[in-house]
Nanobody, 116 residues
């Protein structure tokens, strides 16, 4: 059973930075695709960034140039570095991972609030 646990959310002023972490157990190598989603209050969940075993990462247009997705295989952890944060980035952020059989797994979510 794959488990994903996010951390790193919090409150920050506009223009600030946060780094989200997603620890995967038993190991990150089992996942063929990983991504970060977010859901703002009253809105649908949307894909923010994703990465696969091969190819370039994907970024939503709204976060290009500000967010960066990465993985540390030694630590079984995926990160989302978020810079130049805007109030519209406020949401609950979820870690997602997909196994080769197509099944998807989700973390519990971490709140990010950008406000002055």
């Amino acid at each position: 059973q794959v488990q994903l646990v996010e951390s790193g959310g919090g409150s920050v002023q506009p223009g600030g930075s946060l780094r989200l972490s997603c620890v995967v157990s038993p190991n990150i190598f089992s996942l063929v695709r990983m991504g970060w989603y977010r859901q703002a209050l009253g809105k649908e969940r949307e894909l923010v960034a994703s990465t696969q075993r091969f190819g370039s990462p994907y970024y939503a247009e709204s976060v290009k140039g500000r967010f960066a997705i990465s993985r540390d295989f030694a630590k079984n952890t995926m990160f989302l570095q978020m810079n130049s944060l805007k109030p519209e980035d406020t949401a609950v952020y979820y870690c997602n991972g997909a196994l080769p059989d197509g099944s998807e797994h989700w973390g519990q979510g971490t709140q990010v609030t950008v406000s002055s």
